[in-house]
């Protein structure tokens, strides 16, 4: 499993993904087994609050499957969601968002928001469950594209049966709200960005019919994680585990709704002289930068630079050529709907 594509090593995989040690259906192995038979390389689990996997030896190679153990943490009012990884501990339940980001900090584990613009009626069935202290700093990551979140926010009784019968169909992209403050922030530290399912297969009520929306295999087969691997993944455990939590903190991801496409042959590189890097890494100088894109099947595809659309085409290449110090990145859509999303290459900053 994996790819090599020029270079690198491409590996896919699905994040926040809950079983029955929280709110999901399925036990850990049955989950695995599911993802394996579905392509992925490796699944991130995201119980609430607790490592119960983890502490029962669960973690490691099921099948060629990598399976990693985090959970999801959450405030006293059930806001700022936050999933933490490479733990030694679930940190305290009456902890404030700033105090268990901090503790995780310490513990130099893996801290990502979840769904952090979520919006749906707070009075509802299924309320949201934002992330409301922006004030906060030390997180590792932003979880840019949710697909059950934006299920939920696109969900209306008009539409809810066709939503419910074909939901990988419905997503559109991640929250532009949610992009820009994942810019503004990058444009002082790096902060990784991810594609997350936020699977727990429960059936739902549509009218008269109750429906599993959205089955394990559903989720597995839609919105997905890249990691950007410089050497294979590893058939040794630890260090197979090491090279996915160093490519998430180094932001050698790209998301990606499969459902447009295989997008494992997607390339975002930049080069200055005798530098080449891809998404995550780092340029010294942008007077001979070039920054290249390739799709394995023609897109519109967007530059953005330091937060702003700088170029559009439609094909299956780009070439850009800098005129300024920054943060750069790339989108792929495909008849209005979004295929891929590139981390940033940072030139001379």
């Known amino acids: 499993m994996g790819k090599k594509v020029g270079d690198w090593y491409h590996y896919a995989g699905a994040i926040h993904v809950h079983t029955t040690e929280s709110d999901g259906t399925k036990s850990l192995e049955e989950v695995s087994a599911i993802g394996e038979r579905a392509g992925l390389d490796f699944i991130l689990f995201t119980d609430h609050m607790n490592l119960n996997n983890l502490d029962a030896g669960k973690e490691g190679f099921h099948g060629k499957l990598l399976a990693l153990v985090g959970y999801e943490h959450n405030d006293l009012d059930d806001n700022n969601h936050y999933m933490v990884f490479d733990t030694p501990r679930v940190y305290g339940k009456d902890l404030s968002s700033a105090e268990y980001v901090r503790d ?17 009626d707070r009075k509802g069935q299924y309320p949201p469950f934002p992330w409301t202290d922006w004030n906060v700093d030390g997180y590792t990551g932003i979880e840019l594209w949710n697909q059950m979140s934006e299920w939920m926010e696109r969900l209306t009784p008009r539409n809810k049966l066709v939503m419910a019968f074909s939901p990988r169909k419905s997503m559109i992209g991640p929250d532009v709200k949610t992009l820009a403050r994942w810019d503004a922030v990058n444009r002082t530290r790096k902060i990784v960005g991810v594609a997350s399912v936020d699977a727990h297969a429960f059936p739902i009520k549509v009218g008269p019919f109750t429906v599993e929306i959205f089955p394990y295999k559903v989720h597995f087969r839609s919105l997905r994680t890249y990691l950007i691997l410089p050497e294979p993944m590893s058939a040794d455990f630890a260090a197979a585990k090491k090279q996915v939590y160093d490519a998430i903190r180094d932001c050698r991801v790209f998301g990606a709704h499969i459902r447009w496409g295989d997008p494992v042959d997607f390339q975002f590189t930049g080069r200055s002289g005798a530098e080449r890097v891809v998404a995550g890494g780092r340029l010294n100088d942008f007077k001979d930068a070039v920054l290249r894109v390739e799709l394995p099947s023609p897109a519109q595809i967007r530059m953005i630079g330091n937060g702003r659309k700088l170029i559009e085409a439609v094909g299956r290449e780009l070439q850009f050529n800098p005129t300024e110090p920054g943060i750069y990145r790339v989108e792929a859509w495909k008849q209005g709907k979004c295929w891929i999303f590139s981390n940033h290459i940072r030139i001379a900053v």
Not at 106 to 120: L, Q, S, T, Y
Request: a negative charge; aromatic letters at 0%; proline letters at 6%.
């Open 104 to 120: 995780s900090g310490r513990d130099n584990a893996i801290g990502i928001i979840a769904h952090p613009d979520e919006v749906r």
